[in-house]
Antibody, heavy 123, light 110 residues
Framework: EVQLVQSGAEVKKSGATVKISCKASGYTFSDYYMHWVQQAPGKGLEWMGLIDPEDGETTYAEKFQGRVTITADTSTDTGYMELSSLRSEDTAVYYC????????????????WGQGTMVTVSS | QSVLTQPPSASGTPGQRVTISCSGSSFNIGSNTVNWYQQFPGTAPKLLIYRNNQRPSGVPDRFSGSKSGTSGSLAISGLQSEDEADYYCAAWDDSLTGQVFGGGTKLTVL
């Protein structure tokens, strides 16, 4: 079964850094781009960035540029999203997602999603 | 303000046909395919339609998608109570070099 399993909920202080993991299974991890999506409470979906696990190349949304770092470890088939300088507006559920039906396609839709990781930022 | 524009809400009665629109630009829907996601409260989004009108395995054929110019549309026929959810459109944006989403449409089955 193709799936993405994310790490558990986090509570962080303002200014801190959070790192979330996303463990892939059931497919060849390095063949498919991994994306990260933010969803604040009661709000819509916002794309944060992507990584090509094959070579580690990343693309970030302008909104998060400079604060987000997305990495991938092909030895453990795990992707990571690190968000720094946390502020209250970063309180959200973060999802990893991948288009498992199309290799090397960064524009493709996401058919596989992680279960989400809730990050709460408190002052 | 989302890059793609959707109506915030839509509604229908059981058995009815409902459509949800998604308006974009030449940089996103105009030059790339439209995708649709369904999301229930407290759960991850689920891919409903990809490449404008393709349904992943397991998605009922009551759900259909289309695209014309810089707009996309999701249609749900034979509306059922279990269709009550949030629906998001999405597309790749060549100008922003990233995936963009609509603000979401909350579908209520009356």
């Amino acid at each position: 079964e193709v799936q993405l399993v994310q790490s558990g909920a986090e509570v962080k202080k303002s200014g801190a850094t959070v790192k979330i993991s996303c463990k892939a299974s059931g497919y060849t991890f390095s063949d498919y781009y991994m994306h990260w999506v933010q969803q604040a409470p009661g709000k819509g979906l916002e794309w944060m960035g992507l990584i090509d696990p094959e070579d580690g190349e990343t693309t970030y949304a302008e909104k998060f540029q400079g604060r987000v770092t997305i990495t991938a470890d092909t030895s453990t088939d795990t992707g990571y999203m690190e968000l720094s300088s946390l502020r209250s507006e970063d309180t959200a559920v973060y999802y990893c997602a991948t288009p498992s039906y199309s290799t090397s396609c960064y524009t493709c839709a996401f058919d596989i999603w992680g279960q989400g990781t809730m990050v709460t930022v408190s002052s | 303000q989302s890059v793609l524009t959707q109506p915030p809400s839509a509604s229908g009665t059981p058995g009815q046909r409902v459509t949800i629109s998604c308006s974009g630009s030449s940089f996103n829907i105009g030059s790339n395919t439209v995708n649709w996601y369904q999301q229930f409260p407290g759960t991850a989004p689920k891919l409903l339609i990809y490449r404008n009108n393709q349904r992943p395995s397991g998605v009922p054929d009551r759900f259909s998608g289309s695209k014309s110019g810089t707009s996309g549309s999701l249609a749900i026929s034979g509306l059922q109570s279990e269709d009550e959810a949030d629906y998001y459109c999405a597309a790749w944006d060549d100008s922003l070099t990233g995936q963009v989403f609509g603000g979401g449409t909350k579908l209520t089955v009356l």
